[in-house]
């Protein structure tokens, strides 16, 4: 269903607005029910950007980031959120953006608050935003609100990106490492040591082996590298299901190094949202079910679950995650802490604080640890190369010495 803008006459007046419908023809037939003459109706994608136009790719942290800040600041300015929709349509260029808020302010223009409106681009705005909007907006605290939420998704932005690009010299080491040995061993070396089988002479064991890699690989290379491919999309498709996922991710909460970078990071997601929600004050019991959306870990997540439902029945946040292994003896100090002052929010914020950082060094640790062993590899690899073809070599040179 799009958004149609329309210009109509209403009792001798034109009169302009917004209504939600698949076709241009099912607008025209809403706004006659209504008791309107349809002058003209026009999709919101047709419509020409304002001048300096935003180019919003929709779901991601930076983008999101934005279009909260700029409906913070528009609001905080005076103007109306139906004012703010408006003007945010305008300068957004891309159609499947633009239909989008249009969406959205069509169905503010109909009554609905931001809020429930939202509710309908789940891409766009998850649960978590959707909640902290709907606390906003019955505290009257909106503006405040959408300016949390816009720090919480540049803070989530900036922490992806920062693991990623740690994550990118590795990646492609390995990757370059890999197509450069399986080169060398698949095509220069049946070649280099054919020049050597052809003379008679007796070949190193070392050679040998080479040898005995090098006609595996050009015997069986492409089936092994769709063999790999289809393991891999198995793998995929067991971790979809519960069980194989579950035993993952309670593995990878225990691996040496990786294990604490995982922890780290689902306790920084869990109490930054939490931070946000309690900050909005949201219900306890329903900040916990959205921060339990948000983890990645399925344990940790059943765990927050766990923990939601003791909260319903009645027991404090803090016993209620007193037996959660994943979560750091400090973070559960600051829970406690918060608990006893009133000070919730800002002790989330103080514990997801300590986590980033903890998961900062984490990443530098496994990349510190990662990074030379990679090259340690590569390097013996290139080294049995070398020794595989130059041992012939050598031998050759003695020979005619």
């Known amino acids: 269903m799009g958004a149609f803008e329309y210009q109509a006459l209403s009792g001798g007046k034109t009169t302009r607005g917004?209504?939600?419908a698949d076709t241009a023809r099912a607008a025209r037939q809403q706004l006659r029910e209504r008791g309107l003459i349809p002058l003209e109706v026009q999709a919101v994608e047709n419509e020409r950007a304002g001048p300096g136009g935003l180019d919003l790719s929709w779901g991601g942290g930076r983008d999101r980031a934005l279009l909260l800040r700029q409906l913070a600041t528009l609001l905080k300015a005076g103007l109306t959120l139906e004012e703010v929709l408006s003007v945010l349509v305008e300068q957004t260029e891309a159609s499947a953006q633009r239909r989008q808020l249009g969406s959205i302010r069509a169905r503010v223009m109909e009554g609905q608050s931001l809020s429930s409106a939202m509710r309908e681009h789940p891409r766009l705005f998850p649960t978590l935003y959707t909640a902290a909007i709907a606390a906003g907006e019955r505290a009257g605290r909106l503006e405040t609100v959408l300016e949390r939420l816009a720090d919480y998704a540049e803070q989530r932005e900036a922490m992806?990106?920062?693991?990623?690009?740690?994550?990118i010299y590795p990646l492609l080491l390995a990757l370059i490492a890999i197509a450069v040995v399986w080169g060398l061993i698949g095509f220069v070396v049946p070649r280099?040591?054919?020049?050597?089988?052809?003379?008679?002479?007796?070949?190193?064991?070392?050679t040998l082996s080479l040898l005995a890699i090098s006609d595996f690989i050009a015997a069986w290379g492409l089936w092994l590298l769709a063999g790999l491919v289809l393991l891999l999309l198995l793998a995929a498709m067991a971790l979809k299901k519960p069980g194989p996922r579950r035993r993952v991710d309670a593995l990878l909460l225990h691996l040496p190094i990786i294990g604490r970078l995982v922890r780290a990071r689902?306790?920084?997601?869990?109490?930054?949202?939490?931070?946000i929600l309690s900050a909005s004050a949201v219900p306890l019991v329903e900040a916990l079910r959205v921060a339990a959306s948000v983890v990645q870990n399925s344990v940790v997540r059943a765990d927050i679950e766990r923990a939601a439902a003791q909260v319903r029945e009645g027991v404090s946040l803090t016993r209620s995650l007193a037996h959660s292994p994943w979560l750091p003896p400090m973070a559960r100090r600051l829970i406690a802490g918060g608990e006893r002052s009133g000070e919730l929010a800002p002790m989330l914020e103080h514990a997801a604080a300590i986590q980033e950082r903890d998961l900062e060094s984490a990443t530098t640790v496994l990349l510190a640890v990662l990074q030379p062993t990679l090259i340690l590899l590569v390097g013996l690899m290139v080294l049995y190369i070398v020794l595989a073809i130059m041992l012939p070599i050598l031998s050759m040179s003695q020979l005619l010495a």
Do not use: D, K, M
């Open 18 to 20: 917004l209504v939600q």
């Open 160 to 167: 992806n990106r920062g693991i990623g690009l740690a994550l």
């Open 192 to 206: 280099v040591i054919g020049v050597f089988e052809q003379t008679a002479q007796e070949l190193p064991l070392l």
């Open 266 to 275: 689902q306790t920084a997601s869990f109490t930054r949202t939490l931070a």
